[in-house]
Protein backbone atom coordinates (compact mmCIF):
# COMPACT_ATOMS: atom_id res chain seq x y z
CA UNK A 1 0.00 0.00 0.00
CA UNK A 2 0.87 3.78 -0.32
CA UNK A 3 2.23 5.89 2.82
CA UNK A 4 2.65 9.66 2.87
CA UNK A 5 4.45 10.61 5.25
CA UNK A 6 5.22 14.46 5.96
CA UNK A 7 7.47 16.50 7.97
CA UNK A 8 8.39 19.81 8.42
CA UNK A 9 5.98 21.77 9.91
CA UNK A 10 5.79 24.02 13.17
CA UNK A 11 5.85 27.88 14.21
CA UNK A 12 7.42 30.68 12.09
CA UNK A 13 7.37 34.33 12.23
CA UNK A 14 5.25 36.32 9.44
CA UNK A 15 7.89 37.09 6.57
CA UNK A 16 10.03 33.81 7.77
CA UNK A 17 9.81 31.16 5.98
CA UNK A 18 9.73 26.68 6.60
CA UNK A 19 9.80 24.16 4.23
CA UNK A 20 7.74 20.91 4.18
CA UNK A 21 8.75 17.58 2.89
CA UNK A 22 6.60 14.78 1.83
CA UNK A 23 7.62 11.18 1.12
CA UNK A 24 5.34 8.48 -0.97
CA UNK A 25 6.53 4.91 0.07
CA UNK A 26 5.11 1.81 -0.69
CA UNK A 27 4.51 2.05 -4.58
CA UNK A 28 5.81 0.75 -7.57
CA UNK A 29 7.43 2.40 -10.47
CA UNK A 30 5.61 4.99 -12.05
CA UNK A 31 4.60 8.09 -12.76
CA UNK A 32 2.92 9.95 -9.76
CA UNK A 33 1.39 13.67 -9.35
CA UNK A 34 1.85 15.14 -6.46
CA UNK A 35 0.23 18.00 -4.36
CA UNK A 36 -0.53 20.11 -1.03
CA UNK A 37 -3.56 21.09 0.54
CA UNK A 38 -4.06 23.44 3.29
CA UNK A 39 -7.63 23.51 5.81
CA UNK A 40 -7.69 26.64 8.36
CA UNK A 41 -10.11 26.24 11.57
CA UNK A 42 -13.46 27.37 9.99
CA UNK A 43 -12.91 26.52 6.29
CA UNK A 44 -12.49 24.47 3.77
CA UNK A 45 -9.51 22.37 2.23
CA UNK A 46 -7.93 24.25 -0.17
CA UNK A 47 -5.31 24.02 -2.98
CA UNK A 48 -1.81 25.01 -2.28
CA UNK A 49 0.36 23.59 -5.01
CA UNK A 50 0.79 20.48 -7.30
CA UNK A 51 3.61 18.92 -9.45
CA UNK A 52 4.72 15.37 -11.07
CA UNK A 53 7.02 13.15 -11.67
CA UNK A 54 7.19 13.33 -15.48
CA UNK A 55 8.92 17.06 -15.85
CA UNK A 56 5.57 18.97 -15.68
CA UNK A 57 5.31 22.23 -14.68
CA UNK A 58 4.41 23.17 -10.92
CA UNK A 59 1.02 25.19 -10.24
CA UNK A 60 0.36 26.67 -7.60
CA UNK A 61 -2.78 28.70 -5.83
CA UNK A 62 -2.80 32.57 -6.72
CA UNK A 63 -2.51 33.21 -2.87
CA UNK A 64 0.74 31.66 -2.77
CA UNK A 65 2.77 32.22 -5.94
CA UNK A 66 5.80 34.02 -5.64
CA UNK A 67 5.85 32.99 -2.53
CA UNK A 68 5.53 29.43 -2.45
CA UNK A 69 7.91 26.80 -4.26
CA UNK A 70 6.94 23.26 -4.81
CA UNK A 71 9.84 21.17 -5.46
CA UNK A 72 10.70 17.77 -7.29
CA UNK A 73 12.85 16.09 -4.50
CA UNK A 74 16.45 14.18 -5.45
CA UNK A 75 14.76 10.68 -4.00
CA UNK A 76 12.19 9.61 -6.21
CA UNK A 77 8.65 10.15 -5.50
CA UNK A 78 9.56 13.12 -3.01
CA UNK A 79 8.87 16.54 -2.95
CA UNK A 80 9.29 19.76 -0.73
CA UNK A 81 7.16 22.80 -0.35
CA UNK A 82 9.16 25.25 0.12
CA UNK A 83 7.34 28.34 2.26
CA UNK A 84 8.61 31.66 1.65
CA UNK A 85 7.25 35.28 3.27
CA UNK A 86 4.77 33.98 5.37
CA UNK A 87 2.14 35.40 6.21
CA UNK A 88 -0.81 35.16 9.59
CA UNK A 89 -3.16 33.62 6.42
CA UNK A 90 -1.03 30.76 5.39
CA UNK A 91 -1.89 29.37 9.13
CA UNK A 92 -3.26 26.00 8.98
CA UNK A 93 -2.75 21.96 8.50
CA UNK A 94 -1.00 21.15 5.54
CA UNK A 95 -1.58 18.37 3.89
CA UNK A 96 0.64 16.15 1.62
CA UNK A 97 -1.30 13.86 -1.60
CA UNK A 98 -0.63 11.73 -4.14
CA UNK A 99 -2.17 9.87 -7.03
CA UNK A 100 -1.38 7.51 -10.34
CA UNK A 101 -0.75 9.85 -13.40
CA UNK A 102 0.84 12.19 -15.13
CA UNK A 103 -1.77 15.00 -15.03
CA UNK A 104 -1.16 17.94 -12.39
CA UNK A 105 -4.73 18.81 -10.51
CA UNK A 106 -5.95 21.54 -8.37
CA UNK A 107 -9.10 19.36 -7.07
CA UNK A 108 -8.79 17.28 -3.89
CA UNK A 109 -11.21 14.70 -5.04
CA UNK A 110 -8.68 14.00 -8.02
CA UNK A 111 -6.18 12.71 -5.52
CA UNK A 112 -5.75 8.67 -4.07
CA UNK A 113 -3.35 8.96 -0.86
CA UNK A 114 -2.84 11.11 1.94
CA UNK A 115 -0.39 12.14 4.55
CA UNK A 116 -1.84 12.90 8.10
CA UNK A 117 -1.56 16.95 7.70
CA UNK A 118 1.21 19.01 9.60
CA UNK A 119 0.37 22.31 11.46
CA UNK A 120 2.16 25.26 10.20
CA UNK A 121 1.66 28.16 12.23
CA UNK A 122 2.77 31.66 11.53
CA UNK A 123 2.96 34.61 14.06
CA UNK A 124 2.99 38.18 13.87
Known amino acids: QVQLIESGGGAAQAGGSLRLFCSCS????????MGWFRQAPGKEREFVAA????????TYADSVKGRFLLVRGVAEHTNYLQMNALKGEDTAVYYC?????????????????WGLGTQVTVSS
Open 97 to 113: AAHLGWSISTEADDYTY
Open 51 to 58: TNWVGGTP
Open 26 to 33: GSSLGAYG
